[in-house]
């Protein structure tokens, strides 16, 4: 079975393609997971920042495509937010993977309590950025390149290729929807 | 607060843009000309960055999922170890840190500054300043041991470390007394002088950085701090409080902080004051209501505290906290503290205190009872602080003025030194009774100066009384006296001592004088007139209609005397009209409309008769108040063409006035009134079915407009707060249907502003918590209308709760009723079929119940209900019963006994909803 060219796969989920979307996430998934497991493997029980994680990535399969593969900041909106999902799924699993001796991301945490609430108020703050997506995709990326994969704001304008300013507007503007949206079920 | 639809988030996402892009302290201008265009769409935006100050506030998101707090433990800054976070604020987090060089052990507090807080500083900059705070050197101030910039960027402070609770914790663990914490806070002034000394300003003084340890120890934190992080222009803090959240605490900052003025030592010297007045009466000197920054700013800028005193009163835990009870608190606060504090929290820094040492020596003065340097300049000041001074010295000057009017009595014959001595008397009760009364009735919360003055003002007249004689005029000074007296035991509509039987007996006293001397001489008809017209006042709004009716006839006929033998000027016209309006309301207030309506018709004739005479202000607002009434007992009634009408005059009338005087706050509430009234008629629940939606939602916008301009330039209006808050829920109501998003969120803004009132506890808690649950209701309507059928159904429930509570008079049982069927519909809506029934048919029950006057307005809530229930049964196929509620609706307007535009309308309404059912 020949895996789908990325660069492929990306033209057809911005068309609108779910089959090719629902793809081009697992394919990334995966392949961000393999990189952090074969850091750890290389170099015992390690940190690794999502930052550099996601650079990897770029880089390996771009290599891989050559020419055709698709520029780094539409790149980057797509394994942000695959990175998104792997690190919701890493938080629910942080316990089990601890004992378990895998991959270890940044500074992870040692206290319980604070791994579970963290785990469902990232649920919740991930389906709200799915909804976000539906509504203004341009403030969901940021938010996946700004709180999930720690770039600079800096870094965020050069891939969006927007002005640092309107970056740090989408980031409030952003944060603005996703406070109301995930306080909503308050009672009136 | 709801998830915003697409569709809203797209309308609103460029105005927000624009509104992020603005300075903060340039949003609430800019906020005010949106809603003049689009006052929805204001109040969205204005929604939203209330959410962003949580945001900030909360630092959402700001924290990396992948991130703890354990990270820095362990770490070395300078010859610090970290041990472990003891807090975390906008600034940054802060450590608990020991030096262990082998020589001597310390612990310190390390602070790191958020990042985002410092972009401009210059690591030399940074420790130069922090140098120089090293030097600041006291035992009240926490000393700054070290300052510097780790390697990834992070500036950080090192700080002596403090073992201890916030100054406001520390003295109500303790119940420390009112004496007990000025003393505490006279530390906090030595320190703070000793700093302003060394030209620093600390610029962010609150309790929690005023510490107080275990023995008593206070220690000052973070002098200068907010400096040392500021660029190097004089508002930089401003602007990097509104920015970041950082070192300023909006709720601490003086006026000059948040307007960008200069920054000096009178700055602390104001914060200091927002501190005193927190430990003294455990209340924010703006109040504790949750604020938007853009109120916050405004409140800050114009909104003058309430006397401490008064504040005082509100709390009892408080009160307990300082060992006492809010009478005995508000008491120790009345007078010095009041004007000490005033002094410190002027608005203008060159009218508070010069100096830090200024305000210390004024308190050291209030503990030794000595005079303090500040003076209010009103008669009321002195006078209280003579009176608390020299309580014996008065005590005995009313004993000896007593004896002096007794004796007086004799004298008055016999020589005209005791006949000067007698006007020197008359003069002192006149000041007692009405000068000083009213003076003191303008403090708030002053009934027990009031009381003493009641007192003796009534020895004074009683005295008087028995030696005036047959000096009428004298007489009618008494007899105004006895009024006065009255008013302050009990008379409703003001402030008073809530003895109403002593107020009916002062007034009966002043009435047998009022009689006595117009039986001698008809120029007094006039007095004893509006004598009548107060009196009655006393019936009316102590529930007793017949017998406030038969005074307000007295007064008329008391004029009608008077008409006989010459002709009335303007301001006996004006009484007489008014007279007449006092009838008609009386008998509004027992639901007897009919009659009303004749009435105010004849009040609407004379005000225009008196207008013919003289177009003056007077005659204008009679116009104006008579129409209303006029306007609003035709509606009652069905009435609804006529009711336009006198609306329409109402606003020409109106119009003129506020051409005149375009701000006039009592103009501006007719006016806003009127749009009400009107858009009532267009639109309302009463009658859902005549009129013109789009005229009833453009007169609630008016309402909403005119309200909330009124309570823009009068933040303290309760009234146009309530107006606000009502209209937006009338422009709700009218949304419902066309605009249902628009509508769910107008309710809910109306029950934010509810919330805040209820919380702030302002007031009228009552009527609050009544416009509640009909903005639960609004919102739960909408909802329905939405789509949004579970939450439709938890807003009427909650709704219905309340009104079950509040349900008592027809207005009540008719609200129960409306609350009744909502949550009817919401039931039937979410599946549970058989509540719905019970829930439906209870309402009409209870509808029935109200039915029994026979006034239209307790007619429509039977028919709304009969309607609600037969709909039930039609949509389930029940159709026999469908059919019997729709007959008894049909029977209903056909036995009505009137007929008007609503009445006709609603009999062909129902017999096309009983054809339907065939």
Known sequence: MTEPNISTLIELAEQGDEVSAGKLFSLLYRELHRLAERQLARQGEVSISATTLIHEAYLQMAAQVGHSFPDQGRFMAYAARVMRGLIIDHVRNRLAIKRGGRFELTSLTTDIGDVLGNEQELSRIGHALDELAGVDPLLSQVVDLKFFCGFSFGEIAEMMRISERTVQRKWEKARIYLHRSLRADLPA | MSTLTPEQWKRVSPYLDEALELPPEQRAAWLLTLSEKDAELASLVQALLDEQRQVEQEGFLERSPLQTGRGLAGQQVGPYRLVSKIGQGGMGSVWLAQRSDGRFERNAAVKFVNIALTSQITEQRFKREGSILGRLIHPHIAELLDAGICSDGTPYLILEYVDGKAIDQYCDARKLAVDSRIKLFLDVLSAVAEAHAALVVHRDIKPSNVLVRNDGEVKLLDFGIAKLLAQDDSNAATMLTMEAGGPLTPQFAAPEQVTGGTITTATDVYALGVMLYLLLTGQHPLGTSVRSPAELIKAIVEQEAPRASVAALTAASEAENRSGTPEKLCRQLRGD????????????????????????????????????????????????????????????????????????????????????????????????????????????????????????????????????????????????????????????????????????????????????????????????????????????????????????????????????????????????????????????????????????????ELAHAQLNRKRDQPSLSMVAESAERVGTAAQELGHLREALQAFDEEEAAVRELLAAEPLNPRFNRTLALMYQFRGRVYFSDAYPDYGDPKRGLENF??????????????????????????????????????????????????????????????????????????????????????????????????????????????????????????????????????????????????????????????????????????????????????????????????????????????????????????
């Open chain 2, 337 to 604: 503290l009041d004007t000490i504090l005033g002094k410190a929290l002027k608005k203008n820094p060159q009218e508070r205190y010069t100096s830090v040492i200024a305000l210390a020596d004024d308190l050291k003065r209030y503990l030794k009872h000595e005079t303090i340097s500040v003076r209010p300049d009103t008669f009321a000041y002195r006078t209280v602080k003579f009176v608390r001074r020299n309580r014996v010295v008065v005590a005995l000057a009313t004993v000896t003025l007593a004896a002096i009017i007794a004796g007086s009595g004799i004298a008055i014959y016999q020589a005209r030194i005791a006949q000067r001595r007698f006007q020197d008397v008359r003069k002192l009760a006149h000041t007692f009774v009405f000068d000083l009364h009213d003076e003191v009735a303008k403090l708030d919360g002053s009934t027990k100066a009031r009381e003493m003055m009641v007192q003796t003002g009534l020895q004074y007249l009683d005295n008087l009384a028995k030696n005036a004689g047959g000096d009428s005029e004298l007489q009618k000074e008494i007899a105004a006296g006895y009024m006065k007296i009255g008013d302050a035991q009990g008379y409703p509509t003001q402030p008073n001592l809530g003895r109403i039987a002593d107020a009916m007996a002062s007034y009966r006293k002043a009435g047998d004088i009022y009689e006595r001397i117009a039986k001698k001489n008809v120029s007094y008809l006039p007095d004893l007139a509006a004598y009548y017209r107060s009196y009655a006042g006393l019936f009316r709004f102590t529930d007793q209609p017949q017998r406030a009716r038969e005074l307000y006839e007295a007064a008329i006929q008391t004029l009608d005397r008077l008409r006989a033998q010459q002709p009335l000027d303007s301001a006996q016209e004006n009484l007489y009209t008014r007279a007449w309006c006092n009838v008609g309301d009386v008998d509004e207030d027992v639901d007897n409309y009919q009659l009303a309506w004749t009435e105010f018709g004849r009040c609407s």
């Open chain 2, 701 to 918: 916008k008016l309402y909403l407009q005119t309200a909330q301009q009124m309570l823009d330039r009068d933040p303290n209006n309760t009234a146009a707060r309530f107006s606000v808050e009502l209209a937006m829920v009338k422009v709700s109501y009218c949304l419902q249907k066309s605009d249902p998003s628009a509508a769910i969120l107008l309710a809910r803004d109306s029950i934010r502003m509810l919330d805040q009132m209820i919380a702030s506890n302002k007031g009228e808690r009552n009527r609050a918590v009544a416009h509640r649950a009909e903005g639960l209701r609004k919102l739960g309507e909408a909802q329905l209308n939405a789509g949004q059928l579970a939450e439709a159904r938890r807003s009427s429930d909650l709704a219905l709760a309340v009104e079950r509570e509040l349900a008592q008079g027809p207005d009540g049982r008719s609200n129960l009723v409306e609350s009744l069927i909502l949550s009817g519909k919401t039931s039937a809506a979410t599946g549970d079929p058989a509540h719905a029934e019970s829930l439906l048919r209870e309402a009409r029950d209870e509808a029935q119940g109200i039915a029994r006057s026979h006034e239209l307005t307790n007619l429509i809530p039977l028919a709304t209900a009969e309607e609600a229930l037969g709909t039930f049964y039609a949509a389930r196929n029940r159709t026999r019963e469908a059919r019997e509620c729709y007959q008894r609706i049909v029977n209903l307007w056909q036995q009505f006994p009137e007929s008007n535009e609503y009445v006709d309308g609603q009999k062909t309404y129902s017999k096309r909803l009983l054809a339907s059912i065939r």
